[in-house]
């Protein structure tokens, strides 16, 4: 399964990005998916994942209020939609698949993960 991460770039702090993931080839719609990041020199750290069918949702507490995970299940795209973003939100950011239909938390729930889309926050 390959997963296409994009979206990401330069934002001034306060700015706003949307990042898709999506799978041409196969659909996950009967999948949890989740977004993790990684900045420099930090462990992954979870952000955000939506269960298979969109009606649930789960954030880290630095992003909640903030960040938005929601998905098109006719696109087989799932999304980021990040506001107010701040330079601690700088890092790479992966979406993944989970094994199951929940919405986890758990990097090691996932099983496919994107290449990454770089999102970078300027003070």
């Known amino acids: 399964v390959q997963l296409q991460a994009s979206g990401g770039g330069l934002v001034q702090a306060g700015g706003s990005l949307r990042l898709s993931c999506a799978n041409s080839r196969r659909t996950f719609s009967n999948n949890g998916v989740g977004w993790f990041r990684q900045a420099p020199g930090k462990e992954r750290e979870f952000v955000g994942a939506v269960n298979y069918n969109g009606g649930y949702t789960t954030y880290a507490d630095s992003v909640k209020g903030r960040f938005t995970v929601a998905r098109d299940r006719a696109k087989n795209t799932v999304y980021l939609q990040m506001n107010n973003l701040k330079p601690d939100d700088t890092a790479v950011y992966y979406c993944?698949?989970?094994?199951?239909?929940?919405?986890?938390?758990?990097?090691?729930?996932?099983?496919?993960w994107g290449q990454g889309t770089l999102v970078t926050v300027s003070s």
């Open positions: 993944a698949v989970a094994r199951k239909s929940g919405a986890s938390s758990v990097r090691d729930e996932y099983q496919y």
